[in-house]
């Protein structure tokens, strides 16, 4: 194609040099063709958008990839239209898009193949471009198209050759475009145009510069002539744009590898374009490259620099600016140009001005520091080539090489231009450089220079601050690093020197090693001198002398100058050496000496030493310490060994923090043994006897580490109390590293007694308890160590004997609580256990935590079993024997969980006793159901009490045990129970238990009997009732009941037994004729005549024996059953009050169940019946005194004392109501109880008397004459005038619901259920006397708080599963089984009650509430869950209300009402004269809080004040009088029918209302009748008289024609 303007590649205007292919006026190709489903996206490319065409392109290649499966394939036409618009897509200026486009020519190359290939080489230069994008993702999105069709390097080199023409036709053609023809100004920014050009003109360079790389360009040379021709080209080294510039060097250096005979014609341009301009220019980043292509051009073509101005003038522009960002090899690549340099050396005036050019380049702030090195030596470098050219006067060195060194030695600000950083490399080649000049005047120089540079370093040592400075340790510091910074540099020019073989030492005149040591010796020599004028106080000089020492030692091989520093002959000097900062530096000259003379360092340490002890330095000892040399004489110091075991235990005691000191003793091996061995002992104490541990491990640790783990483990008494110890210690503290480091040390050389010294440690602890004791989560810790090593399980269960005995001296201080016989399987056996006083009088022994030994033993096997120990491993008679223990003392253990008593575990109370306490007895029931479960028939239905399976074997060893009333024998026979109770209803009973029972001889009435009998027939239960032995036993014991006396043990023992025997039957199925039975309670009943000879436990016992026959002796006649509820009562209002509350608990039951079966009795005798009507009055008041009882809050938590209330409170809710109504005063503080079920009995209660009273109440506010306050119960009052502070519940206490919680809220329910059935009048009062009283805003702070409104999160309802029913109604019953709800089950209901019955105080609440957060929560939670609730309520209130309307007296008219529910509007009006004064009444959604809307919505029969004023009222009403949308109702109709009564009609228009909506009220003088205004002013106008319609008299006082309103025209 033709260019625009001109002829093919010629030219520089607009539009020349170009085939349009890329430019951005290039005629779009035609889409005719093109698929209409792809139509669109291919002309979006041709928009200018990037986003567009991104999104275009992604079309297109989800169009590619979709039909290149299909079996039409992708259109020609596609490929065609794509052919034409690849070039251009490809150099967009979005990564995106030229990303797409190659991945569009990959996939069209993969899709259809040959046909692609064939267009692929009108691509070529394009494609190639693509692959030198910078964008990384652009490159390689062209380059596995590449890869694609050319995987070998052997196939793409072959592809450059082939695609030659066509690549440097591209590269001609982009090489001569511009901005302007690239990107259309017009519309795009300049930058965006500039950034496109630059990548056009970079890939045309870089594609030919790959294809001189690849290719043999002869056969192209006419075009690569062409091309270089190109005066664009070498402008590139002006360009902007760094790649640019880089891809242009690159490829002057391919033409000079290549064939430099191209560029000579060029050579002019070349040189003008680099040297002229580049030069001077700016070559950010493209330093390097444009310095490695000036060094192959002068190579090559040296006549390239010219002959005006000699080339190091030239390059001055481009040294000064540094490397302009590029890498250090730009130093590399500036020494390679400048030694290729043509031309003769430079003066020594251009010498210094170049260098001084180099130095403001290397100095620049834009130098990277990692570059500094590089530069530097090339400075060097080239000093050194330009020095060869002349010679270099003392002028010239002290300008351009000597203040390098004094720069690096002592830094100025006036030499901040000589500023670097591995000077140590660089400046010895300098100074040898100098020092081996054939010049004398130059070596002289060095010399001076030297001389020179001495003189200030002991100028700045001098003249260092002095210790009153504040800036001391800032001068001394600066002062020591330079000395550093000498002898560095020293070392480095000896070591130099020696590596060119020149001697390093004191040698002939003129040689730089002489030089430098001289200086340094001066140097050192005066630090020395420094320090002892000093008092060694500028601790820089001694600094100075360790660099000497270590870096030149030397200098210092004599020893002399050392002797000197340590004076041992000047005591004061030693002193102030000790205590001065300078000995930590000089300790390393004395090792020095050690190595050379040892005796003179002997002396000068002990001397050092001794005077360190006399001024107690710990800091200096441990620097002297420190020394290797000094192990030998430090063994021989008594007083050093002393001092620092000393301070080692106060480290290990945390009373020293001289850690330092105690790691350098250990690892230098100053301490003998006998000291270590003393210092282990002391730190392993320490161990345990400091709070925190910590600094005893460290020190063990270090023991351990640096003396070897054979110091702590060879002594087995020290090693036993060590892991004592460290045991004890992961119980308190969090220290596992060092502890863990510590036991890996002693674990690896211990030897094989380890276990057994381990074995030890935990028999020991569990035999023995005391605060010491180790916890027993450790000691199995430590078991499963020993379980891996084969130790028999025996030797790791606690001792049995000593469990016993300590489990009986513990059981024998103490009787279990009779109240337990309500909780209890067991019942009134606990009343049988005698107290066993015994000679001992020291307490349990406890551990840390409170566990007595038996309970640390059995936590100790319940954990044991738990971690997976096979028990089965054990002989039968140990397991026997540790069953048994374990499950007494979990029944011991049970007990005192369930009463929260002290016993086992000192504080039950405590949460972690209690889960240990229920750990211990989950795993007694674990283990007893492990064997019950594996357990076959021959093991216990078939077996014999003599036989060797487990079962039989453990009862039978149990059975052995309970032969007395101890404490031991009841909780043994508990634990049979129980056992016996899980075999029977897991495998069912054995098949011969009879023949037990007569070989055991269990089924009699004898004292060493009883607990046995009572185990079995309770284990056994129903099992036993066809037994006959049992029935045998049950006849004797009630037969033995006739010759009983009350106050006899033996009486007691019967009665328990005969409960424990009539527990075996069904009621009613008693296997005892029921004349026995008769008889039985006859003489039961004559105790009851001497109550104070019944002891607590017998009147229990009598009870239930009472109600287990009652069945069979309901029907018996006689006065047994007066005296029967008479002890009841007798019980409840005499004996309860005197006895201790958990004595009587059982009685109280057992009479309370009795009273309930007595009265519910199906057959009773009229004895019976006409006993329980006399008791109807006293039974009431007795159950009501039992209420009343004083209760302990805690206590009343216990299980037994909950059973009482619970039952306690079933009773009296059979009260009837005339028998409590007197008594309410009596019943409101029991709100307040601390007994739950005591609460829920008086709410009952309270509640019956308040709603059953609201109708007197109200008929006695009526008929008073007065008017007075009327109050809400005083006793409610009291309840909700304090509310409980919510600080004092925790959010987990507050979720139990408290009882002081629980009693305010149900006030405030007994509150809502007065008002749910008081009179509105009535309703006005308790509203008055709740704002009297101003009880309802703390109380809705209060629920808004515990609700979580105040917190910002609200209670959800859904989650609580609170359904609208809940919300309305509160049922106490049903909520206390539901514990995770009530609280805010009663919270939500009384919120509804108080929306409900005080909306207009919750919405003056709301308004005066000073938390924003609490009322945005508090508002969306009531619109969310109670609103529309209350509005539907609301309006069924309405509608009731209109349904109760009661007929309208005969001048009055009914009130209509309309009610919309969907509107949330009520429509109220009253006829008037055929026309309707109506009303519009309006709920908003968000009622209660919001208020309701009353509007007009037609006026009759008043004018617009008036009716206003009914708006107001009625609005006022609603809102602010606490009224209901029926009293605003009411309210309306009373205005309305008030305000016609008495009207008549207007004897003109015969109506009421006029048509402009008002009354008659124009009265005749004369006749007294009414008329209208607009109808008498009518009259007079069509009449044409003043006079009266009716009389005919004048009227006056009509006055001008009445103005009409506008309603008078609707």
Not at 131 to 146: I, Y
Not at 291 to 310: D, Y
Not at 1298 to 1319: E, G, M, Q
Not at 1562 to 1586: A, D, E, M, P
Request: with cysteine; aromatic share 8%; net charge negative.
């Amino acid at each position: 194609m033709k260019p625009f303007g001109g002829n093919s590649h010629t030219g520089s205007s607009f539009g020349q040099g170009s085939n349009f292919r890329l430019s951005y006026i290039t005629p779009p190709p035609a889409l005719d063709q093109i698929p209409s489903s792809i139509l669109v996206p291919f002309k979006n490319l041709q928009k200018k958008d990037s986003t567009t065409k991104a999104k275009a392109l992604e079309d297109i290649v989800a169009y590619v990839r979709n039909h290149s499966k299909d079996d039409q394939g992708i259109p020609e036409s596609v490929l065609v239209a794509w052919v034409d618009l690849y070039a251009r897509v490809s150099i967009d200026n979005s990564r995106r898009v030229r990303e797409l486009s190659h991945i569009i020519l990959l996939d069209l190359l993969v899709a259809t193949g040959k046909r692609m290939e064939k267009k692929i080489a009108k691509l070529m230069g394009a494609w190639l471009a693509g692959a030198f994008d910078k964008d990384k993702a652009v490159a390689k999105a062209a380059n596995e198209g590449l890869q694609l069709i050319a995987p070998t390097e052997e196939k793409r080199r072959s592809i450059w050759n082939k695609a030659q023409s066509h690549i440097m036709g591209y590269a001609l053609e982009a090489i001569d475009e511009t901005s302007e023809t690239l990107s259309d100004e017009r519309s795009t920014k300049k930058e965006d145009a500039d950034a496109k050009y630059y990548r056009v003109v970079a890939s045309s360079l870089s594609l030919v510069t790959h294809l001189i790389q690849l290719t043999d360009i002869d056969k192209l040379e006419d075009k690569f002539g062409e091309y270089v021709a190109k005066k664009t080209v070498w402008q590139m080294a002006l360009c902007e744009d760094s790649f640019v510039r880089k891809s242009l060097y690159g490829f002057l250096r391919a033409c000079l590898d290549a064939n430099p005979n191209l560029l000579k014609p060029q050579l002019g341009q070349i040189g003008q374009s680099l040297i002229r301009h580049a030069l001077r220019g700016n070559q950010s980043a493209s330093a390097t490259e444009l310095c490695r292509a000036l060094t192959s051009l002068t190579k090559i073509f040296p006549e390239i620099w010219g002959e005006k101005k000699s080339p190091f003038e030239l390059v001055l522009p481009l040294v000064e600016k540094g490397s302009q960002g590029s890498s250090r090899e730009y130093w590399v690549e500036l020494r390679n140009l400048l030694i290729a340099l043509p031309g003769q050396h430079p003066s020594p005036e251009l010498a210094s001005k170049f260098l001084k050019a180099m130095r403001k380049g290397i100095s620049n702030r834009e130098e990277p520091k990692a570059n500094k090195s590089y530069a530097w030596s090339c400075y060097l470098s080239i000093f050194e080539e330009l020095v060869k050219g002349f010679i270099p006067d003392v002028a010239f060195l002290q300008t351009n090489i000597f203040p390098m060194t004094q720069q690096f030695l002592i830094p100025a600000v006036a030499l901040a231009e000589w500023e670097f950083i591995s000077a140590p490399q660089v400046l010895p080649k300098s100074w040898a450089l100098l020092a081996s000049h054939p010049e004398a005047g130059v070596r002289a120089a060095v010399q001076d220079e030297w001389d020179r540079l001495v003189g200030l370093f002991v100028s700045q040592l001098e003249t260092s601050l002095p210790e009153v400075s504040k800036d001391h340790q800032k001068s001394q510091q600066a002062t020591a690093a330079a000395g550093d910074r000498w002898f560095t540099l020293v070392a480095a020019i000896l070591e130099n020197t020696r590596m060119q073989g020149r001697p390093t030492g004191v040698a002939s005149n003129g040689n730089l090693g002489e030089t430098v040591t001289s200086a340094s010796l001066r140097i050192v020599g005066a630090a020395r001198d420094v320090l002892t004028r000093r008092d060694y106080k500028p601790f820089a000089a001694a600094s100075i002398i360790q660099s000497a020492s270590t870096k030149c030692p030397a200098l210092l091989a004599d020893g002399k100058l050392v002797a000197s520093v340590f004076n041992t002959e000047d005591r004061t000097a030693l002193l102030a050496l000790v205590a001065s900062s300078s000995l930590v530096y000089l300790v390393s000259c004395l090792e020095q000496l050690a190595a050379t003379q040892p005796g003179r360092f002997e002396s000068i340490w002990t001397e050092l030493v001794a005077v360190a002890l006399e001024s107690k330095n710990a800091g200096a000892i441990e620097l002297l310490v420190s020394i290797p040399s000094a192990k030998g004489p430090a063994r021989r110091q008594k007083a050093l060994q002393d001092y620092l075991a000393s301070i080692m235990a106060d480290c290990a005691r945390g009373e020293n923090s001289s850690w330092a000191l105690f790691e350098t003793t250990v690892t230098s091996g100053i301490l003998d043994q006998a000291t270590l061995q003393h210092l282990a002992r002391l730190i392993t104490t320490a161990l345990v006897q400091i709070p925190d541990a910590k600094p005893a491990l460290q020190a063990i640790n270090i023991l351990a580490k640096k003396s070897g783990p054979r110091l702590l483990s060879q002594d087995d008494d020290l090693q036993m109390q060590l892991i004592t110890n460290l045991l004890a210690v992961t119980e308190l503290q969090t220290v596992s590293d060092d502890l863990s480091s510590v036991r890996e040390l002693l674990e690896a050389q211990s030897s094989s007694s380890g276990a057994t010294v381990l074995q030890a440690v935990i028999q020991k602890n569990l035999d023995d308890a005391s605060p010491s004791s180790l916890k027993i989560d450790t000691l199995l810790r430590e078991v499963s160590q020993l379980r891996s090593s084969a130790i028999p399980m025996e030797n790791i269960l606690p001792n049995f004997g000593i469990w016993l005995r300590e489990l009986t001296n513990f059981l024998q201080e103490s009787v279990p609580d009779p109240s337990l016989s309500l909780h209890s399987r067991l019942g009134g056996a606990y009343f049988l256990v005698e107290n066993e006083r015994s000679n001992i009088t020291a307490p349990p022994k406890r551990d840390a935590e409170g566990r007595s030994i038996p309970a640390r033993m059995a936590l100790y096997v319940s954990k044991l079993f738990f971690s997976g120990i096979n028990s089965s491993e054990l002989p039968l008679d140990v397991r026997v024997e540790y069953l048994h223990l374990l499950s007494v003392t979990a029944e011991v253990a049970e007990d005192q969980w369930t009463m929260d008593k002290d016993g086992l575990w000192t504080n039950m109370s405590d949460e972690v006793a209690k889960g240990e306490a229920e750990q211990v007895i989950r795993a007694t029931r674990h283990i007893f159901d492990g064997i019950v479960i594996s357990l076959t028939d021959s093991d216990w239905r078939e077996a014999d009490l003599d036989g060797d399976s487990l079962a039989p074997r453990l009862i039978t060893h149990m059975l052995g045990r309970i032969q007395s009333f101890s404490s031991v024998s009841f909780y043994t026979a508990k634990s049979l129970c129980h056992f016996l109770e899980l075999l029977v209803d897991t495998r069912g009973p054995p098949v011969n238990y009879e023949a037990w029972f007569q070989k055991l001889a269990l089924m009699k009435t004898t004292p060493r009997t009883t607990y046995a009998a009572i185990a079995f027939l309770l284990g056994f239960g129903r099992v036993l009732a066809q037994s006959p032995s049992v029935e045998r036993l049950c006849r004797e014991l009630i037969s033995t009941i006739s010759g009983s006396k009350p106050g006899l043990q033996s009486t007691l023992c019967l009665m328990v037994l005969l409960n424990a025997c009539m527990d075996v039957y069904e009621p009613g199925t008693l296997p005892v004729p029921n004349r026995n039975q008769l008889l039985a309670f006859q003489q039961m009943g004559s105790w009851m005549d001497t109550p104070d000879d019944m002891s607590p436990a017998l009147s229990a016992e009598v009870c239930k024996a009472i109600f287990h026959m009652l069945p069979n002796i309901q029907s018996a006649y006689g006065h047994y059953w007066e005296q029967l509820i008479s002890h009841c009562l007798v019980l409840w209002n005499e004996k309860a009050i005197q006895d201790p509350r958990n004595e009587s608990l059982p009685y109280l039951y057992a009479s309370i169940k009795l009273m309930l079966a007595l009265e519910s009795a199906t057959d009773p005798s009229e004895d019976l019946v006409e006993a329980l009507a006399e008791c109807s009055v006293l039974k009431p008041v007795g159950l009501l005194e039992l209420l009343k009882l004083p209760r302990d809050g805690e206590v009343l938590k216990l299980p037994p004392h909950q059973i009482v209330d619970e039952l306690l409170g079933r009773a009296v809710e059979k009260i009837p109501f005339e028998h409590i109504k007197d008594f309410s005063e009596d019943l409101y503080p029991l709100l307040a109880s601390t007994s739950r079920p005591i609460q829920t009995a008086a709410f009952g209660l309270v509640q019956q008397i308040i709603t059953a009273s609201q109708e007197e109440i109200a008929m006695d506010l009526l008929l008073e004459k007065e008017k007075r306050e009327v109050n809400l119960p005083q006793g409610l009052l009291d309840l909700v005038l304090e509310v409980p502070p919510l600080d004092s519940y925790p959010v987990d206490v507050l979720l139990q619901f408290p009882t002081a919680v629980r009693s305010y809220l149900l006030a405030w329910h007994l509150i809502f259920d007065a008002y749910s059935k008081a009179p509105h009048k009535l309703q006005d009062e308790y509203t008055a006397c709740i704002k009297r009283h101003g009880i309802l805003e703390p109380f809705l702070d209060f629920m808004f708080a515990v609700l979580g409104h105040s917190a910002a999160t609200p209670l959800n309802l859904e989650q609580k599963r609170l359904t609208a029913e809940y919300i309305r109604h509160y049922d106490i019953t049903t909520a206390e089984d539901d514990e995770e709800k009530n609280l805010d089950w009663l919270l939500v209901n009384l919120c509804y009650l108080t929306l409900t019955y005080l909306p207009g105080l919750f919405r003056t609440w709301y308004i005066d509430c000073s938390s924003k957060q609490t009322k945005v929560a508090v508002e969306a939670w009531i619109k969310k869950y109670f609103s529309s609730m209350l509005v539907q309520e609301a309006l069924n209130e309405v509608a009731k209300w209109d349904a109760e309307q009661e007929e309208p007296a005969d001048d009055e008219k009914r009130l209509q009402i309309r009610i919309s529910y969907a509107a949330r509007e009520v429509v109220a009006e009253y006829e008037i004269d055929d026309e309707f004064a109506s009303i519009v009444i309006r709920v908003p959604a968000g009622y209660p809080l919001e208020t309701v809307e009353v509007q007009s919505q037609k006026r009759v029969a008043v004018d617009e004040k008036k009716w206003k004023g009914w708006m107001i009222a009625t609005q006022g009403i609603i809102t602010f009088a606490n009224g209901t949308i029926t009293d605003g109702l009411a309210a309306f109709r009373r205005n309305i029918v008030g305000a016609l009564k008495g009207q008549t009609e207007c004897a003109i228009c015969y109506s009421i209302v006029a048509t402009d909506k008002k009354l008659p009220d124009k009265r005749c003088g004369t006749c007294k009748n009414l008329f209208h205004g607009i109808c008498l002013y009518k009259w007079v106008q069509n009449s044409g008289r003043n006079s009266c319609p009716l009389c005919r008299n004048p009227i006056n006082f009509l006055g001008d024609k009445p103005k009409r309103s506008a309603t008078a025209y609707e």
